[in-house]
């Protein structure tokens, strides 16, 4: 079943030809139609596109901050070795070496790619102060990061497995 889950979101968004390398679990933004030349590399499009382009699991998350319960999401208990990326956009946000097993339920981690992946937010929601993780490129909804995390960086980016899509090392 969680096969199936991470394999229908990807057939949407194959068929709507927004996201043409989606096949292959990457898009950059020449292939992205919402793209255009001369850009910082910022996707700005409507609810309404999301919509289109998200299925509602995925567009909760990335776009009204929602959140999977723990151990449902997909890569929560995935450790093979590769990349992650915004489901939404197809930004570079992850990389398999710097996964670890936080027993959260959610995908962790203890940095990003590179400091210009993701950006952060406080986030007073839910009655405690957090600091929210968003996809740098498109704005969306990743998770939060605490610091509670291994070394070197003794952080925890808690995400959302719905937010991203793994690419395997080939």
């Not at 968004?13 to 990457?26: P, S, W």
């Not at 839910?126 to 605490?146: N, P, S, T």
Request: with cysteine.
């Amino acid at each position: 079943m969680k096969l199936r889950s991470l394999i229908v979101p990807v057939a949407i968004l194959l068929c709507t030809g927004v996201a043409a390398l989606y096949a292959q679990q990457q898009q950059n933004e020449k292939n992205n139609p919402y793209y255009k030349e001369g850009e910082t590399g910022k996707v700005n499009i409507t609810d309404a596109q999301w919509k289109k382009v998200l299925t509602p699991k995925v567009y909760n998350i990335l776009r009204e901050k929602g959140t999977e319960a723990p151990d449902t999401g997909p890569n929560a208990h995935n450790y093979s070795k590769g990349m992650y990326y915004c489901a939404a956009c197809g930004n570079p946000l992850f990389t398999s070496a710097t996964k670890f097993d936080s027993h959260t339920g959610w995908p962790s981690f203890y940095q990003p790619l590179k400091p210009t992946s993701v950006m952060q937010a406080k986030d007073n929601s839910l009655g405690m102060e957090r600091d929210e993780v968003m996809c740098a490129k498109c704005g969306g909804h990743l998770g939060h990061v605490f610091d509670d995390g291994p070394a070197p960086t003794h952080l925890r980016y808690c995400m959302n497995g719905y937010a991203m899509v793994f690419e395997p090392a080939k």
